[in-house]
């Protein structure tokens, strides 16, 4: 497709269940990152791709939070046992070339926001 | 510890006027620094990019500076129009690493 592409778009979970997001970069782009948007705030980020290879994951908040990218295409974010602090919006965006050299701009999926009950 | 700051406080601003938003920085040595349109229920959008060897940087009605001494860049949206209305985001790269670090945004709303 053109842009970054995530589903689901909306996803309400009960607080200690587990929930998969994904997201279908650009594709042909190496660099893929996740982030977390609580509401009013700025994107934090959680994790970083380069191709297959997770080469920073220092901004998933516990070991609840875990993400693959198997094929260096489609990457899916993953949150075990999820709590109610886990509901935000869940961007990812992927840019053409990898880091840290790069200074390549990001194109941003429009999300998927995840209510925890 | 690294920290970014934008205006917290919404920005409301005449159609035709030119709208100034502040992004500070501390604690940080960026190479660049990035601009961002985020639009309600919407992923950001990139705007601009502008270097730390770069003073300015213009596209369109858009104006992106950068002072590496006051760690502060100012972004300009001239002849605003209430479609210019959003939240605007800017970011940066700590050298070397792979994540980004968003401010929090400014909201801007243009009135007609």
């Known amino acids: 497709g053109a842009g970054v592409s995530q589903s689901p778009r909306y996803k309400v979970a009960k607080r200690g269940q587990d929930v998969a997001l994904r997201c279908d970069p650009i594709?042909?782009?190496?660099?893929l990152f996740w982030y977390q948007q609580a509401l009013g705030q700025g994107p934090e980020f959680l994790t970083y791709?380069?191709?297959?290879?997770?080469?920073?994951k220092s901004g998933l908040p516990s070991d609840r939070f875990f993400a693959e990218r198997p094929e260096g295409s489609v990457s899916t974010l993953k949150i075990q046992r999820t709590q109610q602090e886990d509901s935000a919006v869940y961007l990812c965006?992927?840019?053409?070339?990898?880091?840290?050299?790069?200074?390549?701009?990001?194109?941003f999926g429009d999300g998927t926001r995840l209510s925890i009950l | 510890s690294q920290k970014i700051e934008q205006n917290s406080e919404a920005l409301n601003i005449q159609e035709g006027k030119t709208a100034t938003l502040t992004c500070n920085y501390t604690?940080?040595?960026?190479?660049?620094l990035q601009w961002y349109r985020q639009d309600p229920g919407r992923g950001p959008v990139f705007l601009l990019l502008?270097?730390?060897?770069?003073k300015e940087k213009r596209k369109e009605r858009l104006k992106v500076t950068f002072d590496t001494t006051l760690k502060q860049s100012l972004f300009h949206i001239t002849a605003s129009q209430p479609a210019d209305s959003a939240t605007y985001l800017c970011?940066?790269?700590?050298?070397?690493?792979?994540?980004?670090?968003f401010g929090a945004g400014t909201r801007l709303f243009v009135k007609a």
């Open positions: 965006a992927s840019s053409l070339r990898g880091r840290p050299v790069s200074n390549q701009p990001q194109h």
């Open positions: 594709s042909g782009h190496v660099s």
């Open positions: 791709f380069q191709n297959e290879a997770q080469l920073d």
């Open positions: 604690n940080y040595s960026p190479a660049y």
């Open positions: 502008i270097r730390e060897n770069e």
């Open positions: 970011a940066l790269d700590p050298t070397g690493g792979f994540k980004t670090i």
